[in-house]
């Protein structure tokens, strides 16, 4: 998957590409139809398909004090967007330069001059440009003056609601892994590096691989059943603490996935840790004694539910 940054020069075998043009933070149901129709569009007239989306998110830019909400990372939205048919992924590097971008310089200097798009699919909320004055009957004017296809994907609804990333978000916060995963159509997954940590998890019986949560999204504290795809493309099974540990001092946020009947060394490895059952919300224990029994609870119930 080849990743261009807006600033940079499109190579010329992505010229008069069409582009699927959104955030895509969560690459969900919504999502797939705008980047499907950009695929179906492309192949039918022999174009490449490109993929846009913005890094830092826009709300980043505007309030930076908003609390983490990303679905997806860079890495994670480039190989979706490829199992999707796009030859290309653009990330439009969102500051104050972008901001400030007027909606007609959006399209006819960004979208048409500097990267040579020649069809542009979008959601049908899609607004662009300085103050977001720009929105997809604009798009549709200015790329009708400028010889550039431009379609509009209504959203997609379930049971009378939009499917939306604020859904996902708000399923993750309720501690609900499985409605996020019906709303994106795979779980709710956090790639990272495994650190190292304290150590009590194996002094115990429970080595976990202790991951920072990084611009995630902060999904309910507590307990989840997982699985964990490692980078030979093994998936282990696993129960998951992701909170504050309240139990230990200092709190410290992280993910803290403890995998069934595996004992490798996965310090300094990229692992996605996928969340497919809440179990139940964090606890503060009197006793080591008392954390154990109930970890070898939830891991029973763990394995129940996970099939292991």
């Not at 960004?110 to 699919?121: D, G, K, T």
Request: proline share 6%.
């Amino acid at each position: 998957m080849k990743r261009l940054f807006s600033h940079e020069p499109v190579p010329e075998n992505l010229r008069g590409a069409a582009l699927a043009l959104g955030n895509f933070d969560g690459v969900h149901e919504g999502h797939q139809a705008v980047i499907g129709r950009a695929v179906e569009l492309a192949r039918a007239q022999g174009h490449p398909v490109i993929v846009a989306t913005f890094d830092p998110h826009p709300v980043r830019h505007f309030r930076p004090d908003t609390p983490p909400f990303r679905l997806t990372s860079l890495d994670q939205r480039a190989e979706l967007f490829a199992g999707l048919g796009a030859d290309a992924m653009l990330v439009f590097e969102f500051g104050d330069a972008l901001a400030r971008t007027s909606a007609e310089d959006f399209v006819r200097e960004l979208l048409v001059n500097q990267l040579h798009i020649a069809a542009v699919v979008t959601g049908s909320d899609f607004t662009f440009g300085e103050g977001k004055r720009g929105n997809t009957a604009m798009l549709a004017r200015l790329g009708s003056e400028i010889g550039m296809t431009v379609e509009a994907i209504s959203p997609i609804t379930e049971d009378g609601e939009v499917v939306s990333s604020s859904r996902i978000r708000e399923a993750l916060w309720n501690g609900d892994p499985q409605e996020a995963a019906r709303l994106l159509t795979r779980p709710f997954a956090i790639r990272g590096i495994v650190q190292h940590g304290d150590k009590v998890g194996r002094t115990i019986g429970y080595p976990t691989a202790n991951i920072d949560l990084g611009t995630y999204i902060r999904p309910r504290y507590g307990i989840y059943a997982v699985t964990g795809h490692l980078p030979d493309g093994r998936i282990l099974k696993g129960a998951a603490n992701l909170g504050i540990r309240p139990t230990f001092d200092p709190p410290k946020e992280l993910l803290e996935p403890h995998f069934f009947d595996f004992s490798e060394d996965l310090y300094g490895q990229e692992i996605e840790v996928a969340f497919h059952h809440y179990l139940r919300g964090e606890v503060k224990f009197d006793g080591l004694d008392a954390l154990i029994a109930q970890m070898d609870k939830d891991c029973e119930r763990a394995r129940a539910l996970l099939g292991a």
